[in-house]
């Protein structure tokens, strides 16, 4: 598994690439879908996360502290994306929910990883890793899937309704 792991490793930069190109695509997508309509929202979305990814085709991952850049180059890109919701006017839409998720996501694998490689050392294969490379993949994967498509594929709209009227009743009660 160890080696598996290690050539996913090498293909980094590849995989970030696609990546990329999977977020133009949406990007292309939700513009010629949303020329005649009023909402806009996921246009500008997909807008976002393309010039955040390609942004970060430049990073150059062979620096001291990679992770840690990635890790404030997604804080940045969630900054925007809240900066973006509450300054607009449009419905918050579906995607929105699972970028502001994945994007927390992999922030926090970026953290564990700098603290697992950089402050502990660690140079060696462990369960941890796998849960990074698979975990980016799968959210990386799935932003750019959900902005196209525009369903709630893991509930989490559903999930913040119901934690958001639970609170809501919590407090008036």
């Known amino acids: 598994m160890a080696d598996i792991l290690w050539g996913l490793v090498d293909l980094g930069y590849n995989v970030g690439v696609l990546f990329t190109w999977f977020f133009i695509l949406a990007f292309l997508y939700n513009l010629s879908a949303s020329i005649n309509k009023s909402d806009k929202s996921r246009a500008q979305l997909s807008f976002l996360m393309m010039v955040s990814y390609t942004a970060s085709l430049f990073m150059d991952p062979l620096i001291e502290t990679p992770h840690l850049n990635y890790f404030y180059h997604d804080a940045v890109t969630i900054l925007v994306l809240l900066l973006w919701r509450n300054f607009t006017k449009q419905t918050i839409p579906t995607p929105f929910y699972y970028l502001i998720v994945g994007l927390s996501f992999n ?5 564990g990883m700098h603290y697992d490689i950089e402050v502990r050392g660690t140079l060696y294969y462990w ?12 959210t ?3 932003m ?3 902005l196209v498509v525009n369903k709630d594929i893991l509930g989490l709209v559903k999930l913040s309704n119901y934690l958001t009227t639970k609170l809501k009743r919590f407090r008036y009660a």
């Open 144 to 146: 750019p899937l959900v």
């Open 140 to 142: 990386d994967l799935l």
């Open 127 to 138: 369960w941890f890793w796998n849960v990074y490379v698979f975990g980016m993949y799968f």
């Open 107 to 111: 922030a926090c694998l970026f953290l």
